[in-house]
């Protein structure tokens, strides 16, 4: 690859590729319910985490391809490392591992050391010029891939910081049970299994977050004649823990307190619509769960 087609990826590919990638997921936000019941602060975080973070790996890189032609390195290897292993692993590497800066021999053209006075392939003496050697030494180049790639680098840690915070003070995330949206978790689950067979929705957790929502959206197909099965048993029940199931579908919407079955829940669903509805799993501290629910 020549030196100007080289520059043209770089000027033309890159932006392209971010953009299409910026495009997507604004077609996926709005043409599907994939960020329904989030604010559209979090895609574009994510969008700004995702761009940064490839400006401030690629200029890096640039950087370390830059460095190694000038040590006579295999420079696309180390480029690619770089990028690859992120810079906080690759530059580290690479500074671990990188040849010092060399100079042709006058007598033989043989590179040899800076700090060499003679040349190991023919013997001759090098002749240093010390105010070279000290400029050589200590000249950082290609100053401008340093500052665009820092800079990639602050804009990604800022907008990751905000991502989390964000999503840890729970602003622009829908966590409640009754709404129509989708519901976004920001605690964990410990789960054995979760599995969708036959139209029976199974969740097998050892522990969760408090307050985190297990959902699954199944289908009412008459809603004279359904009826909505729940067989659910906790093991563990510590005080003031407690497991709520919702059922959601439009203004319409059911709890049952299903922390203590004695035996399974069957209800009507006569008061529903013909259609979608949110099942909705509220857990409060419960341990050790198997719940098994459909629709039939």
């Keep these: 690859m020549n030196k100007n ?12 590729v971010m953009l ?9 936000y709005f043409r599907s319910d994939g960020f329904s019941g989030m604010s559209l602060l979090f895609p574009l975080l994510a969008i700004g985490i995702l761009i940064s973070g490839l400006l401030m790996s690629g200029f890096f890189a ?41 100079q042709s021999c006058a007598a033989c053209g043989h590179l040899v050391s800076l700090q060499a006075k ?10 240093h010029r010390e105010e070279m050697k000290d400029m050589e030494m200590k000249r950082t180049h290609h100053m401008s891939y340093i500052v665009m790639g ?11 910081t905000s991502f989390i915070v964000n999503a840890a003070s729970g602003k622009g995330i829908n966590s409640d049970p009754t709404s129509n949206d989708r519901i976004w978790n920001t605690g964990v689950i410990n789960m054995n299994y979760r599995t969708i067979k036959d139209g029976v929705w199974t969740l097998d957790f050892k522990s969760a977050s408090d307050g985190f929502i297990a959902q699954e959206d199944m289908i009412v197909r008459n809603a004279e004649t359904d009826i909505l099965y729940a067989d659910i048993s906790c093991d563990t029940v510590p005080d003031n823990s407690a497991l709520t199931l919702y ?23 006569d008061e529903f619509e013909n259609g979608e509805i949110h099942v909705r799993l509220l857990i409060e501290g419960v341990e050790d769960t198997i719940s098994k629910i459909h629709i039939e």
Excluded: H, N
């Design 62 to 102: 640039a950087w370390v391809y830059q460095d190694c032609k000038k040590r006579k390195d295999d420079g696309i290897l180390w480029a690619v490392i770089t990028f690859i292993a992120t810079p906080f692993i690759g530059l580290l590497v690479y500074f671990l591992r990188r040849s010092e800066v060399k």
């Design 150 to 160: 820092t800079i990639g680098m602050i804009l990604m840690v800022t907008c990751l």
């Design 5 to 16: 087609a080289g520059k043209l990826l770089c000027y033309v590919g890159i932006p392209v």
């Design 20 to 28: 299409a990638i910026a495009l997507r997921f604004a077609l996926f």
């Design 247 to 269: 059922l959601a579908q439009g203004d319409t919407v059911r709890s049952f307190d299903v922390t203590s079955l004695s035996e399974p829940l069957e209800y009507a669903l």
């Design 118 to 127: 003679f040349c190991e392939e023919c013997g001759s003496e090098i002749e």
